[in-house]
């Protein structure tokens, strides 16, 4: 495998690391020449993470319970824990967000930053000061429109991430689309993952599964179905689905694990919290009907 590749995008204010699987876009806004010293730290820091985490691999790809030995691979376990007592969750279900949160504190501590902020594959950690803001369009794995992310300071929110059936990695339920906010990345990561999961309807004969292994030789889910196909389904169907999944993202939010979800599925909608993406995402759905 190649080494990390690191390179300015065309706009010269962004920053964009890869390395196998890894993929981030990076921004920071801060005094005259923050920029450089903030890019330079992520790209130093960048050079072990992919290293790290393989040297690890055996035991991130388990059932979360052991503590591992990296700081990256110790954000993942701290955001799955908390839900290994429900369901099976590897700590992968958070390497994602942990990766955005670690090149993320690598940049704030090089340099004072107004603003930064890690997108890793739409899994994204933030650093905002007073006065700072940061706003995204949340799309999905084909270009839907899932609304829009608004954060200022003041708001509990450092971590937004998205999970789907269509996204980078494998799922057990149908979902379109989760997107979570949460105080941390690797939180949201995880959440949005497992809330995903489980917006499904179990032997429906139009979804198409398969062994997560069959598809992925090395997957952590190991023969546990993953969905590869979602055919027809009614409109009832579609919101049968969608509140399993919003019975999990109301005890997240309930025990104070996220902020706020949306759950897309097939053109339907639902929200839990009263955050910025919800109150967007409740705007579009009064809008649709």
Do not use: K, W
Not at 33 to 46: D, E, I, S
Not at 185 to 199: F, G, K, M, Q, S
């Amino acid at each position: 495998m190649a080494g990390p590749v690191a390179r300015l995008l065309p706009d010269g204010e962004r920053l964009h690391l890869q390395h196998g699987p890894i993929d981030l876009v990076i921004g920071a806004d801060g005094v005259a020449g923050a920029r450089a010293l903030a890019f330079q730290a992520a790209v130093a820091r960048f050079e072990t993470v992919l290293t790290e985490l393989v040297a690890e691999l055996p035991l991130l790809r388990r059932a979360v319970g052991e503590r591992p030995s990296g700081v990256i691979a110790q954000r993942m376990v701290a955001a799955t824990l908390p839900h290994g007592d429900r369901v099976f969750v590897t700590p992968m279900a958070a390497v994602a967000g942990a990766v955005a949160e670690e090149i993320l504190a690598a940049l704030c501590a090089a340099t004072p930053l107004e603003r930064a902020y890690v997108n890793n594959g739409g899994d994204i950690a933030l650093h905002l000061t007073p006065g700072a803001r940061f706003a995204i369009a949340v799309a999905g794995p084909e270009g839907q429109d899932f609304g829009r992310v608004d954060l200022a300071h003041a708001d509990p929110v450092r971590g937004i991430a998205t999970s789907g059936q269509r996204g980078r990695s494998l799922s057990l339920g149908i979902a379109d689309g989760v997107t979570v906010l949460a105080a941390t990345a690797a939180v949201a990561d995880a959440a949005a993952t497992l809330i995903a999961n489980e917006i499904d309807l179990p032997d429906h004969p139009a979804i198409r599964r398969l062994p997560a292994c069959e598809v992925q030789a090395d997957s952590d889910l190991g023969e546990r179905l993953v969905v590869r196909h979602v055919g027809p389904l009614s409109f009832e169907e579609v919101g049968q689905a969608l509140r399993r999944g919003e019975n999990v993202a109301r005890q997240m939010h309930e025990a104070g694990q996220i902020h706020a979800a949306a759950l897309f599925l097939r053109g339907q909608v639902i929200t839990v919290g009263h955050g910025n993406l919800g109150l967007v995402a409740a705007e579009r759905e009064r809008q649709r009907a």
